[in-house]
Protein backbone atom coordinates (compact mmCIF):
# COMPACT_ATOMS: atom_id res chain seq x y z
CA UNK A 1 0.00 0.00 0.00
CA UNK A 2 1.31 3.21 -1.33
CA UNK A 3 1.52 6.31 2.22
CA UNK A 4 2.31 8.63 0.39
CA UNK A 5 -0.97 9.94 -0.47
CA UNK A 6 -2.21 10.04 2.50
CA UNK A 7 0.87 11.12 4.29
CA UNK A 8 0.45 14.60 1.59
CA UNK A 9 -3.44 14.30 2.67
CA UNK A 10 -2.57 14.42 6.34
CA UNK A 11 0.20 17.59 5.54
CA UNK A 12 -2.43 19.16 3.67
CA UNK A 13 -5.22 18.68 6.51
CA UNK A 14 -2.34 19.86 9.03
CA UNK A 15 -1.72 23.10 6.94
CA UNK A 16 -5.54 23.86 6.48
CA UNK A 17 -5.99 23.28 10.43
CA UNK A 18 -3.17 25.65 11.32
CA UNK A 19 -4.32 28.31 8.92
CA UNK A 20 -7.99 27.64 10.58
CA UNK A 21 -6.25 27.61 14.45
CA UNK A 22 -4.76 31.23 13.45
CA UNK A 23 -7.79 32.86 12.03
CA UNK A 24 -10.57 31.93 13.70
CA UNK A 25 -14.09 31.73 11.75
CA UNK A 26 -16.14 34.82 11.71
CA UNK A 27 -19.46 33.78 12.37
CA UNK A 28 -22.28 36.59 11.79
CA UNK A 29 -25.67 35.92 13.39
CA UNK A 30 -29.10 38.03 13.49
CA UNK A 31 -31.76 35.28 14.77
CA UNK A 32 -32.77 36.78 17.76
CA UNK A 33 -35.29 39.66 18.89
CA UNK A 34 -34.86 42.69 17.05
CA UNK A 35 -32.47 41.14 15.16
CA UNK A 36 -31.80 42.11 11.46
CA UNK A 37 -28.82 41.51 8.68
CA UNK A 38 -29.10 41.09 4.95
CA UNK A 39 -26.56 38.74 2.81
CA UNK A 40 -23.12 38.67 4.07
CA UNK A 41 -20.07 38.42 1.69
CA UNK A 42 -16.53 37.77 2.46
CA UNK A 43 -14.17 39.59 0.49
CA UNK A 44 -10.89 39.26 1.94
CA UNK A 45 -8.93 37.84 5.31
CA UNK A 46 -11.03 39.97 7.90
CA UNK A 47 -13.36 41.58 5.48
CA UNK A 48 -16.91 41.32 5.06
CA UNK A 49 -19.77 43.19 2.71
CA UNK A 50 -22.85 43.16 4.67
CA UNK A 51 -26.11 44.28 3.19
CA UNK A 52 -28.67 45.96 4.95
CA UNK A 53 -32.14 43.85 5.00
CA UNK A 54 -34.25 46.95 4.29
CA UNK A 55 -38.07 47.04 4.05
CA UNK A 56 -40.90 47.94 1.74
CA UNK A 57 -44.52 48.92 1.85
CA UNK A 58 -47.52 46.78 0.68
CA UNK A 59 -46.63 48.09 -2.77
CA UNK A 60 -43.07 47.51 -2.52
CA UNK A 61 -42.78 50.88 -2.77
CA UNK A 62 -40.48 53.13 -0.23
CA UNK A 63 -37.89 50.84 0.69
CA UNK A 64 -36.13 51.68 3.55
CA UNK A 65 -32.54 50.77 5.27
CA UNK A 66 -32.30 52.20 8.10
CA UNK A 67 -31.80 48.79 10.89
CA UNK A 68 -29.35 46.34 11.32
CA UNK A 69 -28.39 44.43 14.64
CA UNK A 70 -26.65 41.52 14.49
CA UNK A 71 -23.61 39.81 16.81
CA UNK A 72 -20.31 38.69 15.40
CA UNK A 73 -18.35 35.83 17.08
CA UNK A 74 -14.82 34.95 16.65
CA UNK A 75 -13.75 38.68 15.53
CA UNK A 76 -11.62 39.57 19.23
CA UNK A 77 -8.14 41.25 18.51
CA UNK A 78 -8.85 41.35 14.46
CA UNK A 79 -8.97 44.32 12.61
CA UNK A 80 -12.50 44.32 10.83
CA UNK A 81 -13.60 45.65 7.75
CA UNK A 82 -17.66 45.62 7.64
CA UNK A 83 -19.17 47.31 4.15
CA UNK A 84 -22.87 47.92 4.88
CA UNK A 85 -24.33 47.88 1.65
CA UNK A 86 -27.79 47.94 -0.03
CA UNK A 87 -28.49 51.58 1.07
CA UNK A 88 -30.50 52.79 -1.33
CA UNK A 89 -34.48 53.30 -0.79
CA UNK A 90 -37.24 55.46 -1.22
CA UNK A 91 -38.70 58.06 0.87
CA UNK A 92 -42.29 58.88 0.21
CA UNK A 93 -42.54 57.70 -3.28
CA UNK A 94 -39.00 59.44 -4.49
CA UNK A 95 -36.31 57.17 -5.29
CA UNK A 96 -32.71 57.40 -4.42
CA UNK A 97 -33.51 57.94 -0.82
CA UNK A 98 -30.78 56.36 1.96
CA UNK A 99 -31.06 57.28 5.40
CA UNK A 100 -27.61 55.53 6.80
CA UNK A 101 -25.18 58.29 5.36
CA UNK A 102 -21.88 59.80 5.90
CA UNK A 103 -22.31 60.71 9.24
CA UNK A 104 -23.77 57.80 10.79
CA UNK A 105 -21.88 56.33 13.76
CA UNK A 106 -23.04 53.05 13.98
CA UNK A 107 -23.27 51.50 17.96
CA UNK A 108 -21.49 48.48 19.13
CA UNK A 109 -21.59 46.73 22.62
CA UNK A 110 -20.17 43.71 24.49
CA UNK A 111 -23.06 43.35 26.92
CA UNK A 112 -26.10 44.42 25.34
CA UNK A 113 -25.99 47.35 28.15
CA UNK A 114 -23.58 49.55 27.27
CA UNK A 115 -22.99 50.78 23.90
CA UNK A 116 -20.97 53.40 22.61
CA UNK A 117 -20.67 54.90 18.58
CA UNK A 118 -18.22 54.13 16.54
CA UNK A 119 -15.57 57.05 16.40
CA UNK A 120 -14.87 59.19 13.20
CA UNK A 121 -11.71 57.03 12.99
CA UNK A 122 -13.87 53.80 12.55
CA UNK A 123 -16.17 54.75 9.94
CA UNK A 124 -15.77 55.96 6.52
CA UNK A 125 -18.85 56.64 3.58
CA UNK A 126 -18.53 55.89 0.01
CA UNK A 127 -20.52 58.38 -1.77
CA UNK A 128 -20.16 56.66 -5.26
CA UNK A 129 -21.28 53.17 -4.25
CA UNK A 130 -23.58 54.86 -1.57
CA UNK A 131 -21.58 52.18 1.06
CA UNK A 132 -20.82 52.92 4.96
CA UNK A 133 -17.44 51.42 5.52
CA UNK A 134 -16.98 50.47 9.51
CA UNK A 135 -13.15 49.07 10.38
CA UNK A 136 -12.84 48.29 13.99
CA UNK A 137 -11.11 45.81 16.52
CA UNK A 138 -13.35 43.62 18.98
CA UNK A 139 -12.07 43.34 22.09
CA UNK A 140 -14.05 40.15 22.61
CA UNK A 141 -15.24 37.55 21.08
CA UNK A 142 -18.84 38.66 21.31
CA UNK A 143 -19.09 41.70 19.80
CA UNK A 144 -23.38 43.44 18.80
CA UNK A 145 -23.84 45.99 16.31
CA UNK A 146 -26.41 48.01 15.43
CA UNK A 147 -27.49 51.39 14.05
CA UNK A 148 -28.51 52.84 17.37
CA UNK A 149 -29.16 50.64 20.53
CA UNK A 150 -31.95 48.26 20.70
CA UNK A 151 -34.98 48.68 22.95
CA UNK A 152 -36.53 45.71 22.22
CA UNK A 153 -40.52 44.40 23.27
CA UNK A 154 -38.82 42.58 25.68
CA UNK A 155 -37.12 45.93 27.38
CA UNK A 156 -41.12 47.36 27.39
CA UNK A 157 -42.16 44.50 29.56
CA UNK A 158 -39.87 44.33 31.49
CA UNK A 159 -40.20 47.86 31.99
CA UNK A 160 -44.58 47.48 32.67
CA UNK A 161 -43.30 44.72 35.28
CA UNK A 162 -41.38 46.64 37.31
CA UNK A 163 -44.44 49.21 37.79
CA UNK A 164 -47.22 46.54 37.94
CA UNK A 165 -48.27 47.74 41.54
CA UNK A 166 -47.86 51.38 40.67
CA UNK A 167 -50.66 53.48 42.49
CA UNK A 168 -50.18 55.97 39.81
CA UNK A 169 -50.03 53.48 36.19
CA UNK A 170 -52.58 51.54 34.77
CA UNK A 171 -52.39 49.47 32.22
CA UNK A 172 -54.74 48.49 29.50
CA UNK A 173 -54.80 46.60 26.57
CA UNK A 174 -56.43 47.89 23.21
CA UNK A 175 -56.25 45.47 21.43
CA UNK A 176 -53.42 42.74 19.51
CA UNK A 177 -51.49 42.98 16.42
CA UNK A 178 -51.22 40.73 13.81
CA UNK A 179 -48.65 38.03 15.56
CA UNK A 180 -51.04 38.14 18.76
CA UNK A 181 -49.25 41.18 20.54
CA UNK A 182 -50.88 43.44 23.17
CA UNK A 183 -50.71 46.78 22.30
CA UNK A 184 -50.89 48.74 25.40
CA UNK A 185 -52.44 52.13 26.59
CA UNK A 186 -50.68 53.14 29.75
CA UNK A 187 -52.83 56.18 32.23
CA UNK A 188 -50.16 58.38 34.26
CA UNK A 189 -52.18 60.20 37.16
CA UNK A 190 -53.39 60.77 40.51
CA UNK A 191 -56.90 58.71 40.23
CA UNK A 192 -57.78 60.14 43.72
CA UNK A 193 -56.91 64.05 42.23
CA UNK A 194 -60.24 64.30 40.32
CA UNK A 195 -60.20 68.49 39.55
CA UNK A 196 -62.55 69.85 36.59
CA UNK A 197 -59.43 71.44 35.32
CA UNK A 198 -57.77 68.56 35.00
CA UNK A 199 -55.29 68.45 32.04
CA UNK A 200 -55.20 65.28 29.61
CA UNK A 201 -51.87 64.47 27.24
CA UNK A 202 -51.37 61.90 24.82
CA UNK A 203 -47.77 60.38 24.15
CA UNK A 204 -47.12 58.41 21.69
CA UNK A 205 -43.56 56.38 20.53
CA UNK A 206 -42.47 53.35 18.44
CA UNK A 207 -44.90 53.85 15.25
CA UNK A 208 -41.76 53.09 13.39
CA UNK A 209 -40.00 50.02 14.72
CA UNK A 210 -36.39 51.13 13.81
CA UNK A 211 -36.78 54.39 15.63
CA UNK A 212 -35.34 52.63 19.21
CA UNK A 213 -34.52 56.12 20.65
CA UNK A 214 -37.48 57.24 21.15
CA UNK A 215 -38.84 54.07 23.36
CA UNK A 216 -35.60 55.00 25.52
CA UNK A 217 -37.33 58.22 25.46
CA UNK A 218 -40.33 56.69 26.54
CA UNK A 219 -39.03 55.02 29.25
CA UNK A 220 -37.16 58.24 30.60
CA UNK A 221 -40.97 59.64 30.72
CA UNK A 222 -42.56 56.50 32.45
CA UNK A 223 -39.51 56.68 35.16
CA UNK A 224 -39.91 60.47 35.58
CA UNK A 225 -43.32 60.13 36.20
CA UNK A 226 -43.38 57.17 38.74
CA UNK A 227 -40.48 57.40 40.59
CA UNK A 228 -39.62 61.38 41.05
CA UNK A 229 -41.27 63.48 43.76
CA UNK A 230 -41.11 66.24 41.12
CA UNK A 231 -44.04 64.50 38.75
CA UNK A 232 -45.82 63.37 41.55
CA UNK A 233 -47.66 67.09 41.98
CA UNK A 234 -47.81 66.90 38.38
CA UNK A 235 -49.77 63.95 38.09
CA UNK A 236 -52.44 65.60 40.68
CA UNK A 237 -53.20 68.18 37.75
CA UNK A 238 -52.28 66.00 34.24
CA UNK A 239 -53.42 62.69 33.16
CA UNK A 240 -50.95 61.35 30.92
CA UNK A 241 -52.46 58.50 28.14
CA UNK A 242 -48.88 56.82 26.56
CA UNK A 243 -48.86 54.74 23.81
CA UNK A 244 -45.70 53.19 24.34
CA UNK A 245 -45.12 50.74 21.43
CA UNK A 246 -46.67 52.12 18.44
CA UNK A 247 -45.68 48.93 16.05
CA UNK A 248 -44.33 45.85 18.56
CA UNK A 249 -44.49 43.27 15.67
CA UNK A 250 -41.76 45.57 13.67
CA UNK A 251 -39.98 45.93 16.21
CA UNK A 252 -39.57 41.74 17.59
CA UNK A 253 -38.91 41.43 13.56
CA UNK A 254 -35.97 43.56 13.42
CA UNK A 255 -37.94 45.58 11.18
CA UNK A 256 -37.88 49.45 9.50
CA UNK A 257 -41.40 51.48 8.95
CA UNK A 258 -43.87 48.99 8.29
CA UNK A 259 -46.63 46.58 10.30
CA UNK A 260 -46.76 42.35 9.08
CA UNK A 261 -48.97 43.91 6.05
CA UNK A 262 -46.69 46.39 4.98
CA UNK A 263 -48.40 49.35 6.25
CA UNK A 264 -46.46 52.42 7.74
CA UNK A 265 -48.35 52.86 11.16
CA UNK A 266 -47.81 56.84 10.76
CA UNK A 267 -49.72 57.03 7.67
CA UNK A 268 -53.05 56.41 6.27
CA UNK A 269 -54.51 57.61 9.79
CA UNK A 270 -57.67 58.77 7.16
CA UNK A 271 -58.59 55.72 5.69
CA UNK A 272 -58.04 52.78 8.13
CA UNK A 273 -58.34 49.39 6.68
CA UNK A 274 -58.52 47.53 10.21
CA UNK A 275 -58.07 44.28 8.85
CA UNK A 276 -54.49 45.40 7.74
CA UNK A 277 -53.71 47.79 10.02
CA UNK A 278 -54.91 46.55 13.81
CA UNK A 279 -52.27 49.07 15.47
CA UNK A 280 -53.73 52.19 13.81
CA UNK A 281 -57.01 51.36 13.97
CA UNK A 282 -56.38 50.48 18.06
CA UNK A 283 -54.70 53.66 18.40
CA UNK A 284 -57.09 55.34 16.69
CA UNK A 285 -59.77 54.45 18.38
CA UNK A 286 -58.39 55.07 21.79
CA UNK A 287 -57.14 58.75 21.06
CA UNK A 288 -60.37 59.82 19.78
CA UNK A 289 -62.68 58.47 22.16
CA UNK A 290 -60.73 61.26 24.51
CA UNK A 291 -61.76 63.63 21.65
CA UNK A 292 -62.62 67.16 22.93
CA UNK A 293 -60.98 66.57 26.42
CA UNK A 294 -56.83 66.65 24.79
CA UNK A 295 -55.07 69.32 25.31
CA UNK A 296 -51.86 68.04 23.77
CA UNK A 297 -50.90 65.19 21.79
CA UNK A 298 -47.27 64.39 20.62
CA UNK A 299 -46.35 61.36 18.83
CA UNK A 300 -42.18 61.17 18.92
CA UNK A 301 -40.06 60.09 15.83
CA UNK A 302 -36.12 59.69 14.99
CA UNK A 303 -34.76 61.16 11.86
CA UNK A 304 -30.99 60.95 11.26
CA UNK A 305 -30.34 64.90 11.44
CA UNK A 306 -32.83 67.02 12.66
CA UNK A 307 -34.98 68.10 15.92
CA UNK A 308 -38.12 69.44 14.74
CA UNK A 309 -41.39 70.03 16.20
CA UNK A 310 -44.61 69.23 13.51
CA UNK A 311 -47.89 70.27 13.65
CA UNK A 312 -50.43 73.05 13.95
CA UNK A 313 -49.55 77.17 14.16
CA UNK A 314 -51.35 77.08 18.15
CA UNK A 315 -49.72 78.83 21.24
CA UNK A 316 -49.65 75.55 22.62
CA UNK A 317 -47.15 74.03 19.89
CA UNK A 318 -45.11 76.82 20.55
CA UNK A 319 -44.48 77.23 23.91
CA UNK A 320 -43.67 73.58 23.85
CA UNK A 321 -40.97 74.10 20.98
CA UNK A 322 -39.59 77.24 22.88
CA UNK A 323 -39.49 75.28 26.32
CA UNK A 324 -37.99 71.80 24.62
CA UNK A 325 -35.52 74.13 23.17
CA UNK A 326 -34.63 76.05 26.50
CA UNK A 327 -35.08 73.02 28.71
CA UNK A 328 -33.73 70.00 26.76
CA UNK A 329 -31.11 68.80 24.23
CA UNK A 330 -33.86 69.42 21.43
CA UNK A 331 -32.18 71.41 18.84
CA UNK A 332 -34.53 73.38 16.68
CA UNK A 333 -34.18 76.98 15.24
CA UNK A 334 -37.39 77.10 13.41
CA UNK A 335 -40.24 77.15 15.40
CA UNK A 336 -42.95 75.16 14.36
CA UNK A 337 -42.36 72.84 11.31
CA UNK A 338 -46.23 73.77 9.35
CA UNK A 339 -47.90 70.42 8.78
CA UNK A 340 -48.66 69.72 5.47
CA UNK A 341 -52.53 68.54 4.96
CA UNK A 342 -51.50 65.42 3.31
CA UNK A 343 -47.63 64.01 2.98
CA UNK A 344 -48.43 62.98 -0.59
CA UNK A 345 -50.75 65.53 -2.93
CA UNK A 346 -54.23 64.38 -3.75
CA UNK A 347 -53.84 61.04 -2.31
CA UNK A 348 -56.51 60.32 0.91
CA UNK A 349 -54.91 57.37 3.25
CA UNK A 350 -51.51 59.06 3.50
CA UNK A 351 -51.99 61.14 6.98
CA UNK A 352 -49.89 61.00 9.85
CA UNK A 353 -50.96 60.57 12.99
CA UNK A 354 -51.40 64.32 13.51
CA UNK A 355 -52.13 65.37 10.65
CA UNK A 356 -55.30 63.67 10.77
CA UNK A 357 -56.11 63.73 14.41
CA UNK A 358 -55.79 67.49 13.72
CA UNK A 359 -57.64 67.70 10.54
CA UNK A 360 -60.68 65.24 12.21
CA UNK A 361 -60.82 65.51 15.59
CA UNK A 362 -59.09 69.50 15.70
CA UNK A 363 -56.95 67.76 18.73
CA UNK A 364 -53.32 70.15 19.45
CA UNK A 365 -51.27 67.03 17.66
CA UNK A 366 -47.81 67.16 16.87
CA UNK A 367 -44.82 64.90 15.76
CA UNK A 368 -41.85 65.34 17.67
CA UNK A 369 -38.56 64.20 15.36
CA UNK A 370 -35.24 63.43 17.13
CA UNK A 371 -32.11 62.94 15.53
CA UNK A 372 -29.65 60.47 16.26
CA UNK A 373 -26.52 62.14 14.63
CA UNK A 374 -24.42 64.73 16.24
CA UNK A 375 -26.28 67.10 18.72
CA UNK A 376 -24.28 70.61 19.58
CA UNK A 377 -25.45 70.69 22.98
CA UNK A 378 -23.89 67.26 23.88
CA UNK A 379 -20.94 65.83 23.80
CA UNK A 380 -21.57 63.57 20.77
CA UNK A 381 -24.85 61.28 19.84
CA UNK A 382 -27.39 60.25 22.03
CA UNK A 383 -27.08 57.43 24.21
CA UNK A 384 -29.67 55.71 26.35
CA UNK A 385 -29.14 58.23 29.35
CA UNK A 386 -29.52 61.31 27.21
CA UNK A 387 -32.59 59.82 25.05
CA UNK A 388 -33.70 59.23 28.97
CA UNK A 389 -32.93 62.24 29.77
CA UNK A 390 -34.82 64.32 26.99
CA UNK A 391 -37.76 62.17 28.10
CA UNK A 392 -37.88 63.66 31.42
CA UNK A 393 -37.08 67.22 29.83
CA UNK A 394 -40.34 66.86 27.32
CA UNK A 395 -42.06 66.08 30.46
CA UNK A 396 -41.17 68.85 32.55
CA UNK A 397 -41.63 71.21 29.21
CA UNK A 398 -45.34 69.75 28.53
CA UNK A 399 -45.82 70.77 33.02
CA UNK A 400 -44.89 74.04 31.93
CA UNK A 401 -46.64 74.82 29.00
CA UNK A 402 -50.05 73.92 30.53
CA UNK A 403 -49.35 74.43 34.07
CA UNK A 404 -48.68 78.00 33.32
CA UNK A 405 -50.40 80.73 35.35
CA UNK A 406 -52.49 82.92 32.83
ZN1 LIG B 1 -40.85 57.83 12.30
Redesign the pocket.
Known amino acids: MNMLPSLLLLIGLTIVQAVALAQPAVTFHADFEGGSLGEVTRVGESHWRCAVKGESDWDNRNRQASWYYFRMQGAKDQTITLELTKLLGEYNFKPGAHAIRAGTRPVISYDRTDWRHLTDDEVSWNEKATELILNFTPERDTIWVAHLPPYLPSDLENLLAAYQDHPLMTKKSIGKTPQGRKMWQLTVTNPEAQTEDKKEVWLMAR??SW?AGTSWAMEGIIRYLLDSAQAKGLLDKITFQIIPMGDPDGVARGGV?FNEFGHDV?RNWDLVIAEEMPEIQAHKAAVTQQAGQIDLFVTL??TELADYLQGPDLPVGQKLWQAMVDNTSFESNEGIRPMPHTTTAGKKGRMTVNQALWAEYQIPAYLMELKIQHVKKLPGRRLPPDWRELGRGLVKSIAEVLLEKP
Open positions: QHERNHN
